[in-house]
């Protein structure tokens, strides 16, 4: 199954299009909380998160690091809003335009994962098993995009490495 996200052309296709399917929801939701004004929906969100910590069956806190992380970010709820409305854009758009893909999707996990140890379910799940497709095909789910020509220009460019032959060449 690795070998296959990470080689197939017909898998790359169909990276492409849960790729550009995330992307558009990320953008989405990214753009709304920009033009929204979300720092409201942050502190909420952070404040609750405090107050009402995700718990196990017996009552005790599952994540009382998380939770003493996010004590320590309330204070600083607007930084935060900003972060999370951009970054959930600039995942969005790196997802559309398949640039940066395993960057992109690397982020869009981490903040997936933190809206679920923060309690908020959502449309989380989903997100985290289409990306994990996504980050297991590594450069082959952006093929169909940008990454084409950034990723071998970065190898080239940036880390100094010789061009390598594909079953793309």
């Known amino acids: 199954m690795v070998k296959f996200l990470?080689?197939?052309k017909i898998a790359s296709i169909?990276?492409?299009i849960i790729r550009v399917y995330l992307g558009v929801l990320w953008t989405m939701a990214g753009w709304e909380k920009i033009t929204g004004g979300a720092a409201g929906a942050v502190k909420g969100l952070l404040g609750n998160a405090v107050k009402n910590p995700v718990k196990g069956p017996t009552g005790k806190v599952l994540y009382p690091w998380?939770?003493?992380m996010l004590s320590a970010i309330l204070p600083h709820y607007k930084g935060m809003s900003m972060m999370v409305s951009w970054g959930e854009f600039l995942v969005g758009l790196g997802?559309?335009?398949g640039c940066l893909t395993t960057a992109?999707?690397?982020?869009?996990?981490m903040m997936n994962?933190?809206?679920m140890l923060a309690g908020a379910i959502s449309v989380n799940p989903e997100y985290i098993f289409l990306e994990y497709f996504i980050i297991i095909?590594?450069?082959?789910?952006g093929k169909i995009g940008l990454d084409y020509w950034v990723i071998p220009w970065i190898r080239t460019h940036i880390f100094k490495q010789k061009k390598?032959?594909?079953i793309w060449d």
Do not use: C, P
Not at 104 to 109: C, H, I, M, T, Y
Not at 137 to 141: D, P, Q, S, T
């Open 6 to 8: 990470r080689t197939n």
């Open 14 to 16: 169909i990276l492409a």
């Open 66 to 68: 998380f939770n003493n």
């Open 95 to 97: 997802l559309i335009f």
């Open 104 to 109: 992109a999707v690397f982020f869009g996990l």
């Open 113 to 115: 994962f933190s809206y």
């Open 137 to 141: 095909a590594g450069f082959n789910a």
């Open 164 to 166: 390598q032959s594909s």
